[in-house]
């Protein structure tokens, strides 16, 4: 709680900064870590890739996710939200 606290006091929010998507996504129950990849696809794209609790989310906890950010951000944001991809090294 004192996490969530300081980073708004940090990051005010900015009307759709990159913190922003952050902090949206962590709104969202399950989700534990967010990495912002803005304007991967060109202007105005947000991607987010997304991890959980228990590792890898599940389809639902994306879908959930993307729902979240999408009924708060800019309307014209256009965000994508993906799980990690696991690479064996």
Do not use: M, N
């Not at 990849?37 to 906890?61: H, M, N, Q, W």
């Not at 879908?63 to 708060?72: G, I, M, N």
């Amino acid at each position: 709680l004192l996490a969530r606290l300081l980073e708004i006091i940090q990051k005010p929010p900015a009307g759709g900064a990159v913190y922003d998507f952050v902090r949206w996504a962590k709104e969202v129950d399950g989700i534990t870590d967010v990495l912002p990849l803005p304007k991967r696809r060109g202007a105005g794209t947000v991607d987010l890739i997304v991890t959980a609790s228990g590792g890898l989310p599940s389809s639902e906890v994306i879908a959930k996710c993307k729902a979240h950010v999408l009924s708060v951000c800019s309307v014209i944001a256009d965000v994508w939200v993906y799980a990690p991809t696991i690479r064996t090294v």
